[in-house]
């Protein structure tokens, strides 16, 4: 049995005990390197290509959340010579088209509107952009220094801003890469909601005293700015570069 059949086989195996379907996954053996050299022999253009066919066929289109209004949080903003102000993102939900008037949420005390002048995915101009697309959207209305980081664009008066809200968490233990010490009242960690970052204060319930490495429990959060949130949306707690916790939101106030 040669190496590479070796490699192979125990690969299956680790992906068993992960209750991965070992035995039925592909393994398709070639080097990029090669393809990308233009080798056209078994391990070159050919094994990219019998791959790429591989993943199309094992691997279900996921479903897309287009039945919802547009939500898309705001990664990076740019100018562009000629098509003006650029919010990139990833598509939460629903759909997006050129023409659209939408809304500019979170981090400000009011909501700003705009109008999608164009969506690119991948260099290519799109009429519409769906949910899960990862895309720039041009907008028409609105400057470069009007829009920020930890922002959504969505549809308009679908989306409010809150800057409480109570969750339940869960805290990291040490070796989860999370705190060593408990925390306790008024603990001051940064709350990570999808591509934005804000200071909240937590509040223990009362029959809680702090919160130890490993707990699960439900507290109240106060962030310093309002944020675009609702029910069942996730985020992270973090501080000095550790993941505290993570939660799920159960309300908004």
Known sequence: MELVDLVELEVREMLDMYSFPGDDTPFIRGAALKALN?????????????L????????????????KPFLMGVESVMSITGKGTVATGKIERGIAKTGDTIEIVGVKDKAAKATISGIEMFHKTLDEGQSGDQCGIMLKGIKRNEILRGQVLCAAGTVKTFSKF????????????????????????????????????????DSVEMAMPGDSLSISLAAEKPMALEEGLRFALREGGLTVGSGIITKCY
């Open 38 to 50: 233009g080798d056209t022999g078994e391990y070159g253009v050919p094994a990219i290509k019998k």
């Open 52 to 67: 790429m066919e591989a993943v199309d066929s094992f691997f279900p289109d996921p479903e897309r959340d287009v039945d």
């Open 166 to 205: 109570d969750a339940d968490i869960y805290v990291l233990k040490e070796d989860e890469g999370g705190r060593k010490k408990p925390f306790f009242s008024n603990y001051r960690p940064q709350a990570f909601i999808r591509t934005g970052m804000v200071t909240v204060e937590v509040q223990l319930p």
